[in-house]
């Protein structure tokens, strides 16, 4: 270069760059959507809340919601500072939830007085009182009305705020993701699948808007692209996945969504070993005593799992049943309280079930009631008409007479409606061979059916030394109710009341007698009350049981409880009862139906002890409950990680003179700091406008501005290395000071979505 030219080119470089262009303020079209968005998340996210109440209130919520929201794109439509447009959203909802409240002090009756702020305790105190002692759905009151649509107003301002002013719509996505779960959370059921593709759309729409339209010179990049959809997905996730993963029934408290679950299986797990003692059904009949309450037959088993019978349904109208046995009918009333199934708990054998609201249907076979997608238990009243068989002693003996081979009874499903070949059906496998001996070594020499399943339910409860307990059976991984678990239980002649009803069903059947299990309640205790004369019964849901039902040719279905322990065992009285000869014994009773007694009910195991024992500390419940909190910090960490990872190696290539390592860092350090970065700047023109409006050090910058330009025009150097990591270090302190701001930038890096871009002039 000529010394002539020198001067020249130092003029150049002296002079300042070209003078950026103010950038265009937000559109309104861009606005618009976002605040839709905002408005959409909201109102999704809250609307799992009718699972817990009402839906009365949502309609209002949703008008309230869209008037807060709307005052604020107006006024900002207007070109009035961000603040006014915030106040003026507060005011909208002040005004809004004033109306909502209709108290007497207010002023003109939208603004709030002194009068009513001083209300706010008595009003939250009623709604508290709802909460505690309500069953959901709750029929919310006035106030609690109120709070509800006051609350969802205030949401949609919060999150709002969060993704505008704060610039944060992952914080205002994962605030949407807590209120759409926890109503989830509180009252079992099948997950809110569409909810939640709306919501995950919603945030995908909000993150997308925000980054495009309220921040130009940013725009969204694949790895942008990829976190907002793994964030709006997560609402899916959480809701399909870690739902159903809490353990609620030790979780959740008194009031609205402490209720009891129950499924059609005998999962021990979910619903026979961790009931909640809380009273889930009253119920009121004409019959001398209350009925066993039946929810559903599992009639299918194959070697590994016995399967709910389910597929032939029908009208709330059964047939009469066919039996040459006397016959009573009986009408009991049902009020579901705090139970949560598909299942509509009936006695047997059913021939109607009135007042049910929603879509229910039933299965003719086993005489149960069962709702569509979405039907839920809880909240039901239903009256039920059945019919109570009465056959004698003498009757049964005469049926099914014993005979030869070692199946000693022969029955024939052909012509019987009610039966189908799977009530006899049985795994091929050698155990079945054992199961056999041991069942003909229980009965001795019973002549005929009845007799045999007599003394096969006697083997169980006092001859065959068997004992009730829960902690046998969850040893070396016995747990079920599998040929392999029966084996099992044979062997060490302990468990609870799957075992018995499982290990006799199958007994029965390898005898060539129909049977069946059977998922139900026992009989509840008497209250004291009394509604139209009849007694009034409370059934809790620690008295959830599985009993075995075995069908003699001409009788029916009838129900044994072959459970030690537990119950009364079943014993039909002689035709000479009724003429005043003796019965055979104190356990007998004028009907085959079990009647659970007080000792028997004090005396389980599994099930917490109704007369209110204080529950054992369970650790699986604990760990579980850990794990998930574990898991979910997990993946909010992840973030952070990868942020710290790539801040590490990127400090680490800088002390080796890497340049351009160092400039993308500082790159990401502007973009966290919540700044925007242009490509078409060079960079003394971006250093330059770093110091101007960040105050970052010049000295600073100078460093990493020579490293890049040398990187770019000249063969690299690693001597700066040092210096280039003493001034990334520099600039950060700078950006992210130490506190709210280094900590926001570090659990929610705006880099991992943010890429540098052109800004168009």
Not at 141 to 158: K, M, N, Q, Y
Not at 609 to 615: E, S
Not at 646 to 668: F, K, N, P, T
Request: glycine share 8%; aromatic share 6%; proline share 7%.
């Amino acid at each position: 270069m000529s010394v002539a030219e020198a001067p020249l080119r130092e003029l150049l470089e002296a002079a300042p760059g070209p003078a950026p262009k103010r950038t265009r303020a937000p559109r309104p079209s861009g606005d618009l959507a976002l605040t839709l968005g905002v408005g959409a998340a909201t109102i999704t996210a809250v609307f799992p809340i009718t699972r817990l109440i009402a839906p009365s209130w949502l309609l209002a919520a949703t008008l309230v919601t869209a008037l807060v929201l709307l005052t604020g794109w107006a006024l900002r439509r207007s070109s009035l500072p961000a603040g006014i447009a915030v106040a003026g959203e507060a005011l909208a909802w002040v005004v809004c939830s004033t109306v909502a409240l209709g108290h007497e002090d207010a002023l003109l009756g939208i603004l709030p007085t002194v009068g009513v702020v001083q209300d706010l305790p008595r009003l939250f105190g009623i709604v508290g009182t709802e909460i505690v002692e309500g069953v959901a759905p709750v029929t919310p009151s006035h106030e609690f009305w109120f709070v509800l649509v006051a609350a969802t107003g205030l949401l949609a301002l919060l999150v709002g705020l969060v993704v505008r002013a704060a610039h944060l719509p992952l914080l205002g996505a994962a605030i949407v993701i807590v209120v759409f779960t926890i109503p989830q959370l509180a009252v079992p059921g099948d997950p809110d699948l569409v909810g939640a593709v709306i919501l995950t759309a919603a945030i995908l729409w909000i993150v997308r808007t925000e980054i495009r339209v309220r921040r130009p010179g940013m725009e969204m990049g694949p790895v942008a692209s990829t976190w907002a959809t793994v964030m709006g997905v997560g609402s899916v996730v959480v809701a399909l996945i870690l739902t159903p993963l809490v353990p609620l029934s030790d979780a959740v408290g008194g009031g609205i969504g402490r209720t009891s679950s129950i499924t059609a299986s005998l999962d021990l797990g979910d619903d026979l070993r961790r009931p909640e003692d809380v009273e889930v059904l009253r119920v009121h009949t004409d019959a001398p005593r209350a009925p066993y309450l039946r929810v559903a037959t599992l009639t299918r088993f194959d070697g590994r799992q016995w399967a709910p019978d389910g597929t032939t349904r029908g009208s709330l109208d059964f047939a009469s049943v066919e039996s040459t046995a006397p016959v009573e009918e009986r009408t009991t009333s049902i009020e579901i309280t705090r139970l949560t199934s598909e299942y509509l708990p009936v006695p047997y054998p059913a021939t109607k079930v009135a007042g049910a609201t929603g879509a229910w249907s039933a299965n003719r076979l086993n005489r149960t009631v069962v709702g569509s997608s979405g039907t839920n238990s809880l909240g039901q009243r239903y009256l039920v008409t059945s019919q109570e068989m009465q056959p004698t002693r003498e009757q049964a003996r005469e049926i099914m007479p014993r005979g030869g081979g070692d199946i000693p009874f022969s029955f024939s499903v052909r012509g019987v409606p009610e039966i189908t070949n799977e009530a006899l059906t049985l795994p091929e496998v050698d155990t079945v061979a054992g199961i056999r001996a041991a069942a003909l070594e229980a009965i001795g020499e019973a002549g005929n059916a009845y007799d045999a399943l007599v003394a096969l339910q006697s083997w169980f409860r006092t001859d065959g030394d068997f004992e009730y307990s829960l902690e046998a059976p969850v040893e070396e991984g016995f747990d079920g109710s599998g040929i392999e678990a029966i084996s099992r239980f044979l062997e060490v002649r302990s468990g609870y009341c799957v075992h018995f009803a499982s290990t006799f069903a199958v007994m029965a059947r390898s005898l060539g007698i129909p049977a069946r299990v059977v998922v139900g309640y026992l009989p509840g205790e008497d209250t004291g009350e009394d509604i139209d004369d009849q007694s009034v019964y409370t059934v809790l849901g620690s008295q959830l049981h599985a009993w075995p039902e075995a069908y003699l040719e001409g009788i029916g279905w009838v129900p044994f409880d072959p459970t030690k322990s537990l119950g009364r065992p079943t014993l039909l009285s002689s035709a000479a009862d009724s003429a005043g000869a003796p019965t055979d014994g104190p356990d007998a009773t004028a009907a085959p139906t079990p009647v659970p007694t007080r000792t028997a009910l004090e005396d389980r195991g599994d099930i917490d002890n109704p007369t209110g024992a204080a529950r054992g500390f369970d650790p699986t419940v604990l760990l579980r409950t850990l794990a998930i909190v574990l898991g979910a910090l997990v993946l909010l960490s992840i973030p952070a990680v990868l942020r710290a990872v790539r801040w590490r190696s990127r400090l680490v290539a800088a002390s080796r003179g890497h340049a351009v390592a160092a400039w993308r860092e500082l790159q990401d350090l502007v973009i966290d700091a919540g700044s925007a970065v242009d490509e078409s700047e060079s960079p003394r023109v971006f250093a330059a406008r770093l110091t101007r409006e960040r105050g970052v050090p010049a000295a600073a910058l100078d460093v990493l501005v020579a490293a890049i330009e040398r990187a770019s025009f000249a063969p690299p150097s690693t001597d700066a290395g040092p210096d280039l990591a003493r001034s990334l270090r520099t600039v950060r302190r700078v950006l992210l000071p130490a506190g709210r701001d280094r900590l926001r930038a570090s659990l929610m890096p705006r880099s991992l979505l943010i890429r540098p871009r052109v800004v168009e002039r």
